[in-house]
């Protein structure tokens, strides 16, 4: 009987914006012990796909190693894979930024290594159909999705150990299905477990199994740097694969030599889909947990079961729909990477475009994601490092468009100096409002707002979840592990700059820190009428209010310089003796705040509690300021000066 092919993939990545102890750390306890321990043991060739952030770290920091990977992969020890270089979810992108994306991959592989590449890890295997005409547009030959995606469509689990075939716009790509089952056993369970599997594999006929997991399980997730290295599990699995090499039963394998001797499994046209875990994760709270709990009615062993398969949650892009600060984030993106492409695609421009596209502060599951404001901040400072040189020169401008696509109107106004986006939808709430010298976006902060494994904590108070005897813990190890006592305090509304209510005279500051309040009149989520005015050299964009209940006109001044300027008139008679007009900032840094007339100051710090690999974290995600006024004064004014010292 013939070998079974094995290829032992590892995907080594971390986030444009992290922090440069995190890549160092990994470095020390993944990357380099397990490339190390590979190629001590021979136990190679490997398939190996590095991230454009870690690879320009890597080359400023640590040249040494990206030398050996390159000696491995001029002797076709490693097989390296392509990627959009700044790990992108393609799926998200415009069509030409995917192909660019891989082209900046391609070249600094050929570059640094001096070998060609052909096959493409799909970033977090988000899939639709139409991305095959652009893969193949960009040189791709084959790419890496999960198995999952294959079994949604009906196949059946045997079928899948083979390359399959599919198209767009007659425009072919192959298709590696990568295993689950290893996905799950390597490294968490004990060696003997895949050998096993790999054996039922080769007596079942088949010729190749695929794994393609993140490098940062043999030892960046809690728990598996002890489990795989001190506890010796990366020795005993190549020792145990190792005997089957020797004895003819495995090889391992690079894809591309798979490719072309094993027979292709034959065509396949998949759905949108991603791994299970991702698709659970873009759900919104409630469907979420029914989703949760139908998967515990129908019981582990049938969900695991062909059946399971069908039982699907939403897709990647609806991250863009739960999360609107990632929404934003993403249609800015969109809108100065069209913005490149009517200027002649100037070099610079487009990097910091392409930086601002990578993947991690855009959705959030098990791994934190949006909720680190430091990944956020990132995107942030590249986008506006790319409207800055976008914008070189020019003068204070307005646009009047559906920014974030949700069918409302937005107000973008922007000089040489800033970009800011008012939402008259929102009440005139500021959304956006970046200050390029400093490449700071005052309103990305985040809303405190409830998510499933709230709900799920909450329950499973009492409840410990550890990890078995001989085993390291896993995502669902992790996840159910999760415990809360308390619910974290949510907000009634999305937070941005100028979100204006009149408050009961009887509210707190705690109670409204608690979030444990209601409002006699809220404008976070009332439509204003607006119009814009050029005035005295700055723009004036004038929200209004007449529906004979809480009758509001809001003026938001902005100059060149990037100066901000709000005056509000409203009738005294909504409200009653010791009532208060506020209005609440939720700042992501420190800006001069000047007030006429005086006005009272609530503070405290948004923070938010959300799930990690270390359970649940809370993050710091900036400041609410809060300025109140007498309710029967019917005018305040309010004035912004970012980069003076507060």
């Not at 863009?320 to 100037?346: C, I, T």
């Not at 506006?384 to 914008?391: G, H, I, K, S």
Request: net charge negative; aromatic share 10%; proline share 6%.
């Amino acid at each position: 009987m013939a070998p079974i092919r094995f290829a032992f993939g590892l995907h080594l990545h971390q986030p444009v914006g992290n922090f440069d102890h995190v890549f160092a750390q990994h470095v020390d306890d993944v990357y380099r012990p397990l490339i190390d321990a590979l190629a001590g043991s021979g136990f190679l060739p490997i398939v190996l796909h590095l991230s454009g952030p870690l690879f320009e770290w890597l080359e400023a920091h640590e040249p040494a190693y990206l030398d050996r990977l390159g000696r491995l992969a001029a002797d076709g020890q490693v097989e390296l894979l392509l990627a959009g270089f700044y790990e992108p979810v393609l799926a998200s992108l415009p069509r030409g930024d995917r192909v660019e994306q891989i082209g900046w991959m391609r070249d600094a592989v050929r570059r640094r290594f001096g070998v060609e590449a052909s096959g493409l890890w799909l970033t977090e295997r988000v899939w639709e159909p139409e991305l095959a005409a652009d893969l193949a547009d960009a040189g791709v030959r084959y790419a890496l999705v999960d198995d999952r995606h294959f079994l949604v469509t009906g196949f059946a689990a045997e079928q899948l150990h083979a390359p399959f075939w599919t198209e767009s716009d007659g425009k072919r790509v192959a298709l590696f299905p990568i295993d689950e089952r290893l996905r799950y056993l390597i490294p968490f369970r004990p060696p003997e477990e895949t050998a096993e599997y790999l054996r039922e594999l080769r007596g079942a006929g088949h010729q190749l199994a695929v794994l393609a997991d993140d490098a940062e399980k043999f030892g960046g997730w809690p728990g598996t740097k002890e489990w795989v290295y001190g506890e010796r599990w990366l020795e005993r699995f190549m020792g145990v694969i190792g005997g089957q090499i020797d004895r003819g039963e495995v090889v391992l394998s690079r894809l591309d030599e798979a490719l072309d001797v094993v027979p292709s499994g034959g065509l396949a046209y998949l759905p949108t889909a991603s791994y299970r875990e991702m698709e659970s994760w873009s759900l919104p709270p409630d469907a979420a947990l029914r989703l949760h709990r139908l998967e515990r009615d129908l019981g582990e062993a049938r969900v695991a079961g062909p059946d399971g398969a069908l039982i699907r949650g939403a897709h990647w892009r609806n991250f863009l729909v739960k999360y609107p600060e990632s929404n934003r984030m993403h249609k800015k993106m969109m809108a100065l990477s069209a913005l490149a492409r009517a200027r002649g695609d100037p070099a610079e421009p487009r990097r910091a475009i392409g930086r601002a596209q990578c993947n991690d502060a855009y959705w959030h599951g098990v791994f934190g994601g949006l909720y680190l404001p430091h990944l956020r901040d990132a995107v942030w400072r590249n986008l506006a490092e790319a409207e800055a040189a976008l914008r070189r020169g020019e003068q204070l401008a307005w646009e009047v468009v559906d920014f974030d696509g949700d069918g409302h109107e937005e107000v973008w106004v922007h000089s040489a100096a800033f970009s800011a986006v008012i939402s008259p939808a929102r009440g005139g709430a500021v959304e956006e409002y970046t200050i390029f010298a400093g490449g700071i976006n005052y309103a990305n902060t985040l809303t405190r707002r409830r998510e499933a494994y709230h709900d799920l904590a909450l329950e499973r108070a009492a409840e410990e979840a550890t990890a078995a005897e001989g085993e390291a813990a896993s995502i669902h190890a992790i996840e159910e592990g999760l415990r809360l006592d308390v619910r974290p305090p949510l907000d009634h509304d999305d937070r941005a700059l100028f979100v204006d209510r009149i408050l009961p005279g009887g509210v707190t500051l705690d109670d409204y820190e608690r979030g444990d309040y209601w409002a006699i009149v809220s404008w976070a989520r009332r439509p204003l009428t607006h119009a814009v005015e050029r005035r005295n050299g700055g723009i004036e964009v004038v929200c209004a209010e007449a529906d004979g209940r809480s009758r509001l006109e809001k003026r938001i001044r902005l100059e060149s310089d990037g100066r901000l300027m709000v005056r509000w008139t409203w009738d005294p008679a909504v409200a009653q003796a010791g009532d208060r007009f506020a209005t609440e900032l939720s700042l992501a840094a420190p800006v001069r705040i000047r007030c006429g007339p005086a006005a009272e100051e609530w503070r405290f710090p948004i923070e938010t509690v959300a799930k990690s690999e270390r359970g649940l974290d809370r993050t710091r995600q900036g400041e609410s300021v809060t300025l109140l006024w007498p309710a029967e004064l019917g005018t305040a004014q309010v004035e912004l000066e970012p980069g003076t010292p507060v």
